[in-house]
């Protein structure tokens, strides 16, 4: 474990932090969208003040992991950002329109509310959506020297060359189908905290259902994206499947699938939360051991894209002295907020 | 459109239209902690109505703020991936402290803005200062990085590639207090005037109104001294420029001509193609007083570099006149207004002064965005200074124009809407009578019943 290794792991663990935290954000924008019943404006109420006090917070450990990575690995940040224009640039459109529909939402008249909040709701399915679809291209092993080395040629190859360099490596199955399994990985997220947060018990049911009936939708699309990635990506194929550490890694994230649904169905929310966390994060860190040592798979490894190590000290310095002011602050943001011993 | 035209495009109106809103995140949140502490110190529920309304208004442009700063760093990578692999092991450390600083920055506004009723008042009040303490370190981190791109150093150059990568060096470049400051005090500057011009402009209105008055002592008490700071600052970048960065220099004063005892246009029509300013008039020795403090200084012209390295002349001649013309202005109603202010003079009842403040409303944030097309436009053809030409940091993905035109359209409607939302929320007066005589010399006089609602 070198010092760049330690590197690629913070960004890893500011990825998981995004995914558990301002995923369910989006989440809770899915299930915006899908309000239904007689109780649908609690529900939406509900939704919004979850999110309100602690979204934007959420939100910054996405650009942490863009800074660190720019910072510590930037062969990998340019190969992205060329190859990955257009679904990148599409996240980005998602990301505008979701944080500022969600301020206009909670600030706008009444009568405009609503556009607002479906405004809101769909960019809260694309950006998701569009977001596992790169870390889908990521894992396919698309983004490798290939596409690298043809880049000088999309200056003349017309029509053919553009779909085959920026197009074709995540218009495909593999890569939409983890989009689609991170879609519901968020939704299933934010119906299992939704379910603490109620605190009317009719409010609590509603959101239980929709936790199990998204926990179970995360089953099918994890066993969809095992499938494609059979031919749509070998190397998490054959991490997934046959590494040492690839059965103990499975008997654990199925036991924590299991426990998640299981603490629902018996309305033990604080159980169903952490147990909810522990299988997202071990799907998470189960990708990136199925590509380590590689930061784009199947050539740019971690030690080849790190830069020098004076600046990977210095980060790593950085990081240590802003732990030092975040977590703290972080803690406290959440204590105020999040606490389960609220006084009302 | 050409790719590289289409790239820089984008790049300009992300930037112009963040810095907006990264520019009221730093001066805004200072506003709202005055007016809470102003309200914690009275009692009087005008200073907790303006905190309030300031909040809100710092939790919509921040909101936009963040939104659009994602957008930027992205677009980093999407526009001029080269430039960022080139220079992100480099300068990439401010921006990582920057998002240490902004997340600092979201932590504690969703605690001020949430935590009203849930945490002492002394702990709402300190979360107020650690938003503006920390919007303002992520301010001067991220212009750090842009001063490294005037000023580049902490690498060596062997064969095109970095060596001996010194992130602190880089750090501590020699364009760094220059620009940090001068930026930093262009927010305060701009914002403070926006709001008191907005507030002036209400008060000339409806001179009795205590609401808008109190707001317009504020926003002055933070737009003002940056404002008067301001021209000693740009002394200061000036002369950092005229040594580090000739070229810029020379192209701000349309200067074509390498000479001793250089003059100060101060208006006239820079004609490239004849390398002279036409109808110019000047003051004698004027440039080489102003930038080296020495009458028969030499100044470097246009003509030290090959043409093809010069920027657009016109666009930086004309920024910088504008910049320095605004300003100016506002330095000189700072100054005025500071004057009847130590005088005792009664500020929202001096018509020319409300009337020069009022229009002073979207002075700042042109003589800001005239400012950063300066430094920026008058750094081409290099994105790193000397280093690294746009051209070559530009992304190989055609059809960029496509990008452009999307962002730009997205921004233009953003625009609108937050426009909207900000005149609802912060600047309509409110409608509770009572406060129209709050601390108001001959209240009651000019009652004229209740405003919009």
Redesign the interface.
């Given at each position: 474990m070198g010092l760049a290794d330690l590197l690629a792991g913070v960004i890893f663990v500011a990825l998981n932090a995004y995914a558990v935290l301002g995923g369910a954000d989006f989440g809770g924008g899915v299930w915006d969208l899908l309000a239904l019943g007689p109780r649908r404006e609690r529900q939406r109420e509900l939704i919004a003040e979850a999110i309100?006090?602690?979204w934007?917070?959420n939100?910054?450990w996405?650009?942490?992991a863009?800074?660190?990575l720019?910072?510590?690995f930037?062969?990998a940040?340019?190969?992205?950002?060329?190859l990955l224009?257009i679904p990148?640039?599409l996240?980005?459109?998602g990301?505008?329109?979701?944080?500022?529909a969600?301020?206009?939402w909670r600030?706008?008249?009444d009568e405009e509310q609503r556009h607002w909040g479906v405004v809101f709701a769909i960019a809260s399915l694309i950006t998701p959506f569009l977001l596992g679809t790169t870390a889908g291209t990521i894992a396919s092993g698309a983004l490798g020297e290939a596409g690298g080395a043809t880049?000088?040629d999309?200056?003349t190859v017309e029509g053919d060359g553009?779909y085959r360099i920026?197009v074709a490596p995540w218009l495909n199955p593999f890569p939409l189908s983890v989009g689609l399994f991170a879609l519901i990985t968020f939704a299933f997220l934010a119906a299992v905290y939704l379910t603490l947060e109620a605190h009317e018990r009719e409010l609590q049911e509603d959101f239980r259902r929709r936790a199990l009936a998204a926990g179970v939708g995360l089953f099918l699309a994890a066993v969809m994206a095992l499938l494609f990635s059979l031919n749509g990506a070998p190397r998490v194929r054959d991490g997934l499947i046959f590494a040492a550490w690839a059965l103990p890694l499975h008997l654990l994230t199925a036991a924590a699938a299991v426990t998640a649904l299981a603490a629902l169905w018996v309305r033990r929310w604080r159980v169903a939360r952490v147990a909810a966390v522990t299988q997202v994060s071990l799907i998470l860190w189960g990708w990136a051991l199925s590509q380590y040592p590689y930061i784009l798979p199947p050539d740019l490894s971690i030690a080849g894209a790190a830069?020098?190590p004076?600046?990977l000290r210095?980060?790593l310095g950085?990081?240590a002295?802003?732990a030092v002011?975040?977590l703290p602050?972080?803690y406290?943001?959440l204590r105020?907020?999040k606490s389960s011993v609220r006084?009302t | 459109m050409p790719d590289l035209l289409a790239a820089r495009s984008q790049m300009a109106v992300s930037l112009a239209f963040h810095i907006v809103f990264a520019v009221i995140g730093i001066a805004m949140p200072l506003m709202m902690v005055l007016a809470e502490r102003r309200w914690q110190m009275t009692g009087h529920a005008i200073y907790l109505d303006l905190a309030q309304r300031w909040a809100?208004g710092t939790?919509?442009l921040?909101?936009?703020g963040?939104?659009?700063?994602?957008?930027l760093?992205?677009?980093?990578?999407?526009?001029w991936?080269?430039f960022?692999?080139?220079?992100?092991?480099?300068i990439?450390?401010p921006?990582?402290?920057?998002?240490?600083a902004?997340?600092?920055e979201?932590?504690?506004?969703?605690?001020y803005?949430?935590?009203w009723d849930?945490?002492s008042s002394r702990a709402h009040l300190w979360a107020g200062v650690?938003v503006a303490v920390s919007g303002t370190a992520s301010g001067v981190f991220v212009v750090i990085a842009n001063a490294w791109m005037n000023a580049p150093t902490g690498f060596d150059l062997v064969n095109g590639q970095a060596?001996n990568?010194?992130?602190?060096a880089a750090m501590a470049n020699a364009a760094v207090v220059s620009q940090t400051l001068h930026m930093t005090l262009a927010a305060y500057a701009a914002t403070g005037f926006a709001v008191a011009g907005i507030h002036a402009f209400l008060l000339l209105k409806d001179p009795a109104n205590a609401f808008h008055r109190r707001a317009l002592e504020i926003a002055l008490l933070v737009g003002a001294p940056a404002a008067v700071l301001q021209p000693l600052s740009g002394d200061l970048s000036a002369r950092h420029i005229a040594v580090h960065q000739p070229v810029k220099l020379a192209a701000a004063e349309a200067l074509f001509r390498t000479q001793p005892g250089a003059p100060l246009t101060l208006i006239g029509w820079p004609d490239v193609a004849l390398r002279e300013t036409r109808f110019a008039i000047e003051i004698p020795y004027g440039l080489s007083l102003l930038a080296f403090h020495d009458p028969h200084a030499v100044v470097q012209g246009l003509d030290a570099v090959p043409p093809p390295e010069w920027p657009n002349v016109p666009a930086v001649y004309v920024s910088f006149r504008v910049m320095v013309a605004v300003g100016t202005y506002l330095a000189l109603v700072a100054l005025w207004a500071s004057w009847l202010a130590w005088r005792r003079a009664d500020l929202a009842h001096n018509r020319w002064l409300l009337r020069a403040i009022a229009l002073a409303t979207p002075m700042g944030f042109v003589a800001l965005e005239a400012g950063w097309m300066v430094t920026e436009l008058g750094r081409q053809p290099w994105v790193i200074y000397g280093v690294l030409k746009t051209r070559d940091a530009v992304?190989?993905?055609?059809?960029l124009v496509v990008?452009f035109v999307?962002?730009t359209l997205?921004y233009c409607f953003?625009g609108v809407?937050?426009v909207w939302?900000l005149y609802?929320?912060i600047i309509r007066s409110p409608a509770v009578p009572e406060w129209r005589g709050f601390y108001m010399p001959g209240s009651g006089k000019r009652e004229t019943g209740n405003e919009t609602s």
């Open positions: 309100g006090p602690v934007e917070a939100h910054v996405l650009i942490l863009i800074v660190l720019f910072t510590c930037p062969p940040f340019a190969r992205l950002g060329t224009h990148l640039s996240v980005l459109i990301v505008v329109l979701r944080g500022s969600f301020t206009f600030y706008g008249a880049l000088k999309s200056l553009f920026y830069a020098p004076a600046t210095l980060v950085a990081l002295l802003g002011v975040l602050s972080l406290y943001l105020v907020f006084a | 809100k939790a919509i921040f909101a936009v963040a939104v659009s700063g994602t957008v760093s992205f677009e980093l990578g999407l526009l991936p080269r960022m692999e080139f220079a992100g092991p480099i990439g450390m921006f990582s402290l920057e998002g240490f902004f997340f600092t979201a932590i504690f506004l969703g605690i803005l949430y935590g849930r945490i650690a060596v990568v010194d992130p602190i992304t190989p993905m055609p059809g990008p999307t962002f997205l953003l809407i937050v939302l609802r929320h």
